[in-house]
């Protein structure tokens, strides 16, 4: 018999997957019609699924939280890579040094 925790995170996402479903088709037959109803309907799965992906993302956060502990230096990793600056990309180039974006808009 599988883990009921595992099962669960498994239903999660299938349930995740059904309302991205569910939004993709009416935001397909939103473009292709043109009724309100359908942007309604694509613009409530649209906060349900960004409900569904904050919940997600919070019990992920507070799984990482809870199996952080001092002892083992877990904590302070995490914490140093908060506090790390983070370093800028450069933006893409060409083989002339001039920027992509410009030549693409030419």
Same mark, same amino acid.
């Given at each position: 018999? !599988? #883990?009921?925790? =595992?099962?669960?995170?498994? %239903? %999660?996402? =299938?349930?995740? %997957? +059904?309302?991205?479903?569910?939004? #993709?088709?009416? $935001?397909? $037959?939103?473009?292709? /019609?043109? /009724?309100?109803?359908?942007?309604?309907?694509? #613009?409530?799965?649209?906060?349900?699924?960004?409900?569904?992906?904050?919940?997600?993302?919070?019990?992920?956060?507070? $799984?990482?939280?809870?199996?952080?502990?001092?002892?083992? %230096?877990?904590?302070?990793?995490?914490?140093?890579?908060? $506090?790390?600056?983070?370093? !800028?990309? !450069? !933006?893409?180039?060409? #083989?002339?040094?001039?920027?992509? +974006? +410009?030549?693409?808009?030419?």
């Amino acid at each position: 018999m !599988p #883990n009921r925790r =595992i099962l669960s995170e498994n %239903n %999660n996402y =299938i349930e995740l %997957n +059904i309302l991205i479903r569910l939004r #993709n088709h009416f $935001k397909r $037959k939103y473009q292709c /019609i043109g /009724i309100d109803r359908y942007k309604f309907f694509r #613009n409530l799965f649209n906060k349900l699924i960004n409900d569904h992906l904050r919940v997600l993302r919070d019990k992920s956060w507070a $799984k990482i939280l809870s199996r952080l502990q001092i002892r083992d %230096n877990s904590l302070w990793s995490t914490l140093k890579s908060f $506090k790390k600056k983070r370093v !800028p990309i !450069p !933006p893409f180039t060409l #083989n002339d040094d001039s920027y992509l +974006i +410009i030549n693409t808009l030419l």
